[in-house]
């Protein structure tokens, strides 16, 4: 039910814009609920680095703060992580899915910052 795309491998300091269909979610089920982005590093948990609300209303985590901008288009049910400064560190697997992680977790998206 979730597709991410956009990964790859970019050199510290670029950029990166990821994308999220929300492919089969209905249109309430997707305008009613926060969405976010989240990743998971080689020996990590994963972990929550952006949200946005139903009214657009969006939170980061200190690690990512004034770097990433996550977005959404409501007509496309799609969302969007605009990553840019990238730093090795941002290297995980990214993934979306609903605050409440209400909806299976797709194959993610491989981001690769290379020192």
């Known amino acids: 039910q979730l597709v991410e795309s956009g990964g790859g491998l970019v050199q510290a300091g670029g950029s990166l814009r990821l994308s999220c269909k929300a492919a089969?979610?209905?249109?309430?089920?997707?305008?009613?609920?926060?969405w976010g982005w989240y990743r998971q590093a080689p020996g990590k948990q994963r972990e929550l680095v952006a949200s946005?609300?139903?009214?657009?209303?969006?939170d980061y985590a200190d690690s990512v703060k004034g770097r990433f901008t996550i977005s959404k288009d409501s007509a496309k049910k799609m969302v969007y992580l605009q990553m840019s400064s990238l730093k090795p560190e941002d290297t995980a697997v990214y993934y979306c899915?609903?605050?409440?992680?209400?909806?299976?977790w797709g194959q993610g998206t491989q981001v690769t910052v290379s020192a």
């Open positions: 946005i609300t139903s009214d657009r209303s969006t």
């Open positions: 089969r979610s209905i249109t309430s089920f997707f305008n009613g609920n926060s």
């Open positions: 899915n609903t605050l409440k992680e209400s909806l299976n």
